[in-house]
C-alpha cells in the first residue's frame, strides 16, 4: 500500500474513533439519566454497553497512532499488528461487560419486582437505536474502505449497542404485561455482547496466529507459479498480516537437476510476480521432489 493510502487510512481511522467518542458520550448520559429515573436495569445496562463504545472507540484513536509508527530494529515488520491487539482489547472488554449485565439482571429477576418505563424510556431507546445504527454503518463504511479490523470491531460494537436498544424497546411494550421483562431484556442483550466479543476475538486471533490465503489468492498465486514452471510443486502456504504489510512463505518442490542459480531465478521471479501484483512480499522455501514425496 502506498503511504498516502497508509495516510488515508490513518485519518479515516481517527476521524471515525472522535465521531464515535463524540457521539457515545451523549448516548450514554441520555440512556443513564433515563435508566436511573425508571429504575430500570436494562436501560442502565444498555447505558454502560454505550460507554464501553467509547472505551474502544479511544482504543481505536489508539491503534490508528501505534500501528501507523514506522519499523525499528526491535519491530522489523512495523507496528501494524497493533490494529489487532486492540481488537482483541475490544473484545475482552465486551465479554467483561457481558458477564457484568447477567449479573445484574438475574439480580433483578430474582427480586420479583417490575419497572414503568414510560415515555421517556421509550424516546430515549428510539433516539438510541437511530444514533447507534448511523455509527455502526459509518465504521463498517471506514472498515472496507481501509480494511482496518478494529474498525469492524468497532462497528460490531456500535451493532449489539443499536440491537440491545431495538430489544429493550420490544420489551417497554411489552413491561405491563411481564414484571420479568426487564431483567430478561438484560440477559438477552449479554448475550448478544458476548456473541460480538467471540467474532471479534475469532477474526483477530486468527490473524495474530497466522492464516492460510484466501482460496482465489491461491489460486492466483499458483497460477503464477505454473506461468514461470509447469512442474513445480507448491505447498505449505501461510500469509502473515502485520497491518498494511503482508508477508508470504510457502515451500515449492522442484527438479534435482537444477543448479542453485537456476532455481534462484525462478524463485526470485515467482516472488517478483507476487509483489508487483499483490503487494505481498514473498518468501519461498525451495526443496527437491524427493524430499516431499513422502509428505504426499
Keep these: 500500500m502506498e503511504a498516502n493510502d497508509t495516510n488515508y487510512r490513518k485519518k479515516l481511522t481517527q476521524r471515525e474513533g472522535i465521531i464515535s467518542i463524540v457521539g457515545n458520550m451523549l448516548l450514554f448520559f ?34 490508528a497512532w501505534a500501528s501507523s509508527k514506522p519499523a525499528d530494529e526491535d519491530h522489523p515488520f512495523g507496528h501494524g499488528r497493533m490494529d489487532l491487539v486492540c481488537s482483541v482489547i475490544i473484545g475482552v472488554i465486551l ?23 414510560g415515555v421517556l424510556a421509550v424516546s430515549v431507546t428510539i433516539l438510541a437505536i437511530i444514533g447507534k445504527e448511523l455509527m455502526a454503518q459509518y465504521a463498517f463504511w471506514a472498515y472496507r474502505k481501509t480494511g482496518n479490523p478494529v474498525l469492524k470491531a468497532d462497528g460490531w ?30 440477559i438477552i442483550v449479554a448475550l448478544m455482547i458476548f456473541y460480538a466479543s467471540y ?21 492466483e498465486i499458483c497460477e ?5 514452471d509447469p512442474n513445480l510443486e507448491p505447498h505449505h502456504f501461510h500469509l502473515h498480516r502485520y497491518g498494511d504489510h503482508l508477508e508470504l512463505t510457502f515451500h515449492i518442490s522442484m ?3 537444477l543448479t542453485l542459480h537456476e532455481a534462484h531465478d525462478i524463485t526470485n ?16 522455501h525451495m526443496e527437491p521432489y524427493e524430499s516431499n514425496r513422502f509428505e504426499k
Excluded at 104 to 116: C, E, N
Excluded at 164 to 175: A, D, E
Design 30 to 63: 441520555l440512556k443513564l439519566w433515563a435508566g436511573m429515573v425508571t429504575g430500570s436495569i436494562a436501560l442502565v445496562a444498555d447505558a454502560w454497553h454505550t460507554l464501553t463504545d467509547s472505551v474502544s472507540s479511544a482504543i481505536v484513536l489508539f491503534s
Design 95 to 117: 465479554a467483561m461487560i457481558g458477564f457484568d449485565f447477567i449479573v445484574d439482571a438475574s439480580a433483578q429477576l430474582r427480586s420479583g419486582t417490575g419497572v414503568d418505563f
Design 157 to 186: 460494537h456500535h451493532r449489539t449497542d443499536s440491537l440491545s436498544s431495538v430489544i429493550v424497546l420490544v420489551g417497554i411494550g411489552f413491561s405491563q404485561l411481564f414484571w420479568w421483562i426487564d431483567g430478561a431484556l438484560g
Design 199 to 219: 467474532e471479534i476475538l475469532r477474526d483477530s486471533i486468527d490473524r495474530l496466529i497466522g492464516e492460510k490465503p484466501d482460496k482465489h489468492l491461491l489460486a
Design 224 to 228: 503464477i507459479i505454473a506461468e514461470n
Design 255 to 257: 527438479s534435482p537437476e
Design 269 to 284: 521471479s515467482i516472488e517478483n510476480e507476487i509483489r508487483d501484483k499483490f503487494s505481498i512480499e514473498a518468501t519461498i
